[in-house]
């Protein structure tokens, strides 16, 4: 289904406006419907903050219009288990456009997907995840998004553990594949993965806190261990190592400084056998500073294990 018309359910005349604009810079046509009574052919509502009773409201959407997408709108909390997804205020339109072309993309994921050419559009041919030039345009997005408003924002550095055979560019091809799937299997539509080389996955997760970043890892490391790949004669059992780091609201933190922290978490599992995630733990690490008396320690060490 393709997001061409939206409406917004907001009781509050400047909310519903602030919200309109946002959806109409991210290419949708914004209708004038303010009550589920009065939906029509709209493939987006979102449910504006003010709404009461909202539980109540999105039964009627979802009578009226049972097709449509539901969003509600939420500039903090981003808890809606009576909507399909939360939709951050403000309204940040590359973000929304990200996360329509995602719920297209899953909506179509049984059929044969029709993806640009690598390097070119959203979507990557050969995993099917977020070309690296839409990535960047996010990245800038949520990271100075989190900055700004005090949102939690973490990342997932995934890397294949050694395999009992000679690497070729078709069983890397092959083990790619299979992490993509469960990946793709163990996202939320907030999160945004990229692939950052020929065995490696850089996972964005917006709005998650470092407890949330490690479900999404260890369930992705779990979902892979599980599988087996066979390769001529021999039966592989794959498995993945992930460093989790999270940017805290009230912490100062670049992205690179969570790259660097993930990449040690990285390290830090594969040199501890593999099969397990290790993080980065802000809070933690400043008790430790503080205990010993030393300065803030420097950015990258890594806090225990867990899997």
Same mark, same amino acid.
């Given at each position: 289904m393709k997001f061409r018309q939206a409406a917004v359910l907001e009781p509050k005349d400047p909310t519903w406006k602030q919200i309109g604009a946002g959806l109409k810079k991210a290419g949708l046509k914004v209708s004038s419907a303010r009550e589920a009574s009065g939906l029509g052919k709209e493939q987006l509502v979102v449910i504006g903050p003010s709404v009461s009773s909202a539980a109540k409201v999105v039964s009627a959407v979802r009578k009226a219009a049972p097709e449509a997408l539901v969003l509600a709108a939420q500039s903090k909390g981003f808890k809606a288990p009576w909507a399909d997804a939360v939709l951050p205020l403000p309204v940040s339109p590359n973000d929304l456009k990200a996360r329509l072309a995602d719920f297209e993309k899953r909506e179509v994921a049984m059929a044969p997907p029709v993806l640009a050419s690598a390097g070119e559009g959203i979507l990557d041919p050969l995993t099917n995840f977020y070309t690296f030039n839409h990535f960047k345009e996010v990245l800038f997005v949520e990271v100075k998004r989190a900055r700004r408003y005090g949102f939690p924002l973490a990342i997932a550095l995934i890397g294949f553990d050694p395999v009992k055979v000679k690497p070729s560019p078709g069983l890397q091809e092959q083990l790619m594949g299979g992490l993509a799937l469960a990946i793709r299997r163990s996202l939320r539509d907030t999160d945004y993965p990229v692939q950052q080389g020929p065995d490696r996955v850089l996972l964005l997760m917006p709005h998650?806190?470092?407890? $949330?970043?490690?479900? %999404?890892?260890?369930?992705?490391?779990?979902?892979?261990?599980?599988?087996?790949? @066979?390769? +001529?004669?021999?039966?592989?059992?794959?498995?993945?190592?992930?460093?989790?780091?999270?940017?805290?609201?009230?912490?100062?933190?670049?992205?690179?400084?969570?790259?660097?922290?993930?990449?040690?978490?990285?390290?830090?599992?594969?040199?501890? $056998?593999?099969?397990? %995630?290790?993080?980065?733990?802000?809070?933690?690490?400043?008790?430790?500073?503080? @205990?010993? +008396?030393?300065?803030?320690?420097?950015?990258?060490?890594?806090?225990?294990?867990r899997n």
């Open positions: 998650t806190d470092l407890a $949330g970043s490690l479900i %999404v890892a260890r369930r992705i490391c779990e979902r892979v261990s599980r599988a087996t790949l @066979q390769h +001529g004669d021999e039966v592989l059992s794959p498995t993945i190592s992930v460093g989790v780091a999270a940017g805290e609201p009230g912490r100062e933190y670049g992205f690179s400084d969570l790259v660097r922290q993930a990449q040690d978490g990285l390290q830090a599992a594969q040199a501890r $056998g593999g099969n397990r %995630v290790e993080f980065f733990d802000a809070t933690a690490y400043k008790a430790m500073a503080e @205990q010993t +008396g030393t300065a803030t320690p420097p950015t990258g060490t890594r806090a225990v294990a």
